[in-house]
């Protein structure tokens, strides 16, 4: 069996058996290395992920867990609109409470449109309006009056006063009848000048009306009772029981006087 048997001599074939040993042997040595290769990358590649991990979990600082005696200090609610906070350390006592909104009192006070239905006054016939169109009003087409809902009241009461402009002449007309260029004023014994709406409220604002003839219109304001100084400049006291009147102006077209009392 080990003896080489054929035609050709020997030698030949026993140089045929060494090739394919040799060349047997060269293939399973590479095998072996090429596995010994890929055994020792896979080491390579997983012994620092593994050292890394393990570093990193030792060397990570335990997080202490909250104590449940122990509960954070919570910061205050924030404070609401319109309210006051608690002071802060060392403020005076004073700052504790706000002053009232500037103007808070006098925008109550401020001449406004009055749209209430007048029942006194009827109605009046349509009036044709002139090719032209209406002309401008002069004082002379107009009645300035001057109102105030009860001829009495207490000291605490806050009395309604209107403004009424009325135009009578036979025509339609345009007036301008801009806040600033309207006033009440309440006037005292002796001609003393209690109040007026414009000395703490005199904004001006485009209101061109129409006027028919025979058709009032009103304007009206919520008195506080107090007194007022042009500009404001002064405090405001409550004015006393006594014997006041009421007069309004458009420009320098002036009403009339309406008496009214205040009673304690």
């Known amino acids: 069996m080990w003896e080489p048997v054929g035609p050709l001599p020997a030698s030949v074939y026993w140089r045929r058996r060494w090739v394919a040993i040799a060349s047997t042997a060269t293939v399973l040595v590479i095998v072996a290395w090429a596995v010994v290769i890929v055994v020792a990358s896979a080491a390579t590649s997983n012994t620092p992920t593994t050292r890394a991990a393990v570093h990193s979990s030792a060397s990570a600082p335990q997080q202490a867990s909250p104590s449940p005696e122990v509960a954070p200090a919570s910061a205050p609610p924030p404070a609401q609109p319109g309210t006051v906070g608690p002071a802060p350390t060392g403020s005076s006592p004073s700052s504790e409470q706000l002053p009232p909104p500037p103007g808070a009192a006098i925008a109550a006070e401020q001449l406004v449109p009055d749209d209430t239905p007048r029942q006194s006054v009827p109605v009046p016939p349509p009036v044709p309006v002139p090719p032209t169109g209406p002309v401008p009003c002069t ?99 409550v004015v006393p029981p006594g014997s006041y009147n009421v007069m309004t102006r458009v420009d320098d077209a002036i009403s009339a006087a309406t008496p009214f009392r205040r009673l304690p």
């Open 139 to 237: 004082n002379a087409m107009l009645t300035v009056g001057a109102e105030i809902d009860r001829p009495e009241h207490r000291v605490v009461d806050r009395p309604v006063l209107r403004l009424v402009v009325t135009n009578v002449s036979d025509q339609p007309c345009i007036r301008d009848l801009d806040s600033a260029r309207q006033e009440i004023v309440v006037w005292g014994p002796g001609g003393a000048r209690i109040w007026s709406s414009n000395d703490c409220v005199n904004a001006s604002t485009s209101d061109l009306r129409t006027l028919v003839p025979g058709q009032p219109v009103a304007f009206a304001v919520r008195w506080a009772g107090r007194t007022s100084t042009p500009g404001c400049a002064a405090p405001r006291t």
